[in-house]
């Protein structure tokens, strides 16, 4: 009896973890999204839809996902197939490479704001080197493209490093033989990436889209820190009407458009990279 109660004895800790600080807040959320005043309906949807900086938030959030998630992956990639290719010093190059793993949202965000602001190192090199009539500024309103541009080369150089970690490890299933039979045969070195590795390594790939994708779409501390309220999202928007105008029914009713999204983005990427069966054997 003993033994079969083990099992479930080691997963308990984990279950009362997960049922007390995600599922009871989960079901809370929710239902606080679709209460009203007059008892349940989509009134707090309607309020958050007809926000100002609604259509500014969504608008942005889908630019900052479409634009750093496929950087993200691509520069992981590449940086993954160097490594595989190094000799010594591998250890300590990708030990450089995840230094920012270390570092908060919110540190990242400052450290980046620190550089691009008016009054940042980068403004007063050019300032000084006469490149510049006088300090640029480049995280207002006045300039949406340019702290777009800062909020996404900040993420990029924050979160790219879980990414090369997920696929560094994945690149150590894929049998160098395949690519090496390969090669006996004439294949080039983009037929074997694009052919052999490629594919091979679908499960990786798919794991960090998943990862990746989700917390994009969740991105909040990094886009405070750089662009303030100059630079809306869904997460930071949740904030505010949480924060600042005391209405935590319409945050929660943000917060779960936002669920939404990351759960159809994971069904997206779990069809669009399903592994054959074959594969997962």
Do not use: C
Not at 223 to 248: D, K
Not at 250 to 257: D, L, R
């Amino acid at each position: 009896m003993r033994g079969r109660a083990l099992p479930y004895l080691l997963v308990a800790p984990a279950v009362i973890f997960l049922t007390v600080l995600f599922f009871v807040p989960l079901v809370q959320t929710i239902a606080l999204a679709f209460q009203t005043s007059n008892g349940t309906g989509f009134g707090n949807f309607v309020r958050m839809a007809d926000d100002l900086n609604f259509h500014d938030a969504v608008v942005n959030t889908f630019r900052f996902v479409g634009l750093a998630v496929p950087l993200q992956l691509a520069a992981a990639m590449g940086m993954a197939m160097m490594l595989r290719h190094l000799g010594r010093g591998r250890d300590m190059v990708l030990w450089i490479w995840t230094i920012p793993l270390g570092l908060s949202d919110l540190a990242a965000g400052l450290i980046w704001l620190a550089m691009l602001n008016d009054r940042g190192y980068l403004a007063s090199l050019l300032f000084h080197l006469g490149l510049v009539a006088e300090p640029q500024s480049w995280l207002t309103y006045e300039t949406p493209i340019a702290l777009f541009v800062a909020v996404v080369i900040a993420e990029f150089w924050r979160a790219t490093a879980i990414v090369v970690v997920i696929l560094v490890a994945g690149l150590q299933l894929v049998p160098k033989e395949y690519a090496e039979a390969a090669s006996v045969f004439g294949a080039s070195p983009w037929r074997i990436f694009t052919r052999i590795t490629l594919p091979l390594m679908k499960p990786s790939i798919q794991s960090a889209l998943i990862l990746r994708t989700v917390l994009a779409f969740e991105a909040f501390a990094v886009v405070i820190a750089i662009g303030g309220r100059n630079f809306p999202v869904l997460v930071s928007e949740a904030y505010n009407w949480q924060n600042f105008n005391q209405e935590p029914a319409v945050a929660a009713a943000y917060a779960v458009v936002v669920m939404v999204l990351s759960l159809v983005a994971t069904v997206v990427w779990l069809r669009v990279l399903r592994t054959p069966e074959e594969q997962r054997a």
